[in-house]
């Protein structure tokens, strides 16, 4: 895990003006409901619907990064892009700044779009091939041409271009080439440079480092934090990998099946989760020295599925503080509130005030360090970055079926003079088989 930033004097989720006075809310998001229609039949009649966000609510300060995690297909990009009316809302309200979002239409919601932006997960697919780097930044210029900006004017516009690569740490001249002449991490420099040509207040960051290499995402991150603090940018940050959380945000909003379960700041939620699923997701986070002993709750069962998922609360099928509460009545019949449980703390969980350390511990299983020599220690502690490498096995039978399955091969190895009935044996290597997710 790389080394957090230096912090501002201000505290995480409360932005200080250059005057000292205090910021409030830039985006506000009330009961915001996303749902897929599910067709089906000869006539394709309508059968139901995929929750994908189903009533979410929360709020960003001006110069804030709200970061947002959860497991994959729990609705994170999706309420990224309803919000900047990529995908048409089913119910909600959004503000940015007092003004409703939603209500917007024709060239009022056109000229609105410049201060709503996105940066997209794939910088290979988000770019188009037939275009050179110069028309890909200046796309929306030329879009939101006007009398006052000039951007219709070729020149300006280059001259903007030129500054957004500069400012993503790209040459100038890279204007003349084409996607296919970049790496990875260049296009999604190119992908930055693109959401910031328009000069938005608001960035929604879907996963824009998850598909990068390690020693890459690193640099992205800094990239963003330092185009943050020039450009005055508020981030919302779409990840799952909560290295990368921790890094980059002032506050995280866990979201578990179309919902947010809990939002606190970044270091109250890392020290102290007052979630089901929240402790059990910072449980999961892997250890990048393989020897490490380290305790590990492993939930039961799959994620239900979106288009029926479970009543009251929805994280009850598989949550182990039920169990533990001998399996109340009030988490399969009633929607727990996302309340206030301490300053700058909320939680959607009717038994938070229950949770205990101890509670946690005795639903954790110990997740054994698997066997490595020590140069193969040095190696994988080594590359270990913001992505953890290390993997252990799922428990100690698991294990030892593993070790036992290694020394039957080596005797057959024995006996057949170096190869074993389907061809040579491979020398037994660190025992990678990975524990599953949360």
Known sequence: M????????APAGAPVAADGAARGPLLQVDNLVKYYPIHGGVLRRKLGDVKAVDDVSFAIDKGEVFGLVGESGCGKSTLGRTIIRLHPPTGGRVELDGEDVFAKSGSELKRFRRRMQIIFQDPVGSLNPRMPISDIIGEGMVAQADRENGWGKRATRDGQVGDMLDAVGL????????????????????????ALALQPDIVICDEPVSALDVSIQSQILN??????????????????????????????????????????????????????????????????????????????????????????????????????????????????????????????????????????????????????????VTAISSIAGIEATGAAADS???????????????????????????????PAGPDTTRTPGA
């Open 396 to 426: 100690a039978e698991a294990a030892a079926e593993v070790t036992a399955s290694r020394e039957l091969a080596a005797a057959e190895t024995d006996e057949d003079e170096g190869r074993g009935p389907s061809g040579p044996v491979e």
């Open 223 to 376: 990239l963003l934090l330092d185009l943050r603090r020039e450009f005055d940018l508020t981030y919302l940050f779409v990840a799952h990998n909560l290295s990368v959380i921790q890094y980059i945000s002032d506050r995280v909003g866990v979201m578990y099946l179309g919902k947010i379960v809990e939002i606190a700041d970044v270091d109250k939620l890392y020290a102290n989760p007052r979630h089901p699923y929240s402790i059990a997701l910072l449980s999961a986070v892997p250890e990048p020295d393989p020897r490490v002993r380290k305790r590990r709750i492993v939930l039961s069962g799959d994620v239900p599925s979106p288009a029926a998922p479970p009543s009251g609360c929805r994280f009850h099928t598989r949550c182990w503080l039920r169990e533990q509460l001998g399996r109340p009545e009030a988490c399969e019949q009633d929607v727990p509130a996302l309340r206030v449980i301490e300053d700058g703390h909320e939680v959607a969980c009717h038994f938070a005030e229950q949770l205990t350390p101890e509670a946690a511990t005795q639903a954790a299983n110990i997740v054994p360090a698997m066997s490595a020599t020590g140069d193969q």
């Open 2 to 9: 790389i080394d957090s930033p230096a912090q501002d004097a």
């Open 171 to 194: 040459r100038r001249d890279y204007a003349r080439r084409y996607p296919h002449e970049f790496s990875g991490g260049q296009r999604q420099r190119i992908g930055i440079a693109r």
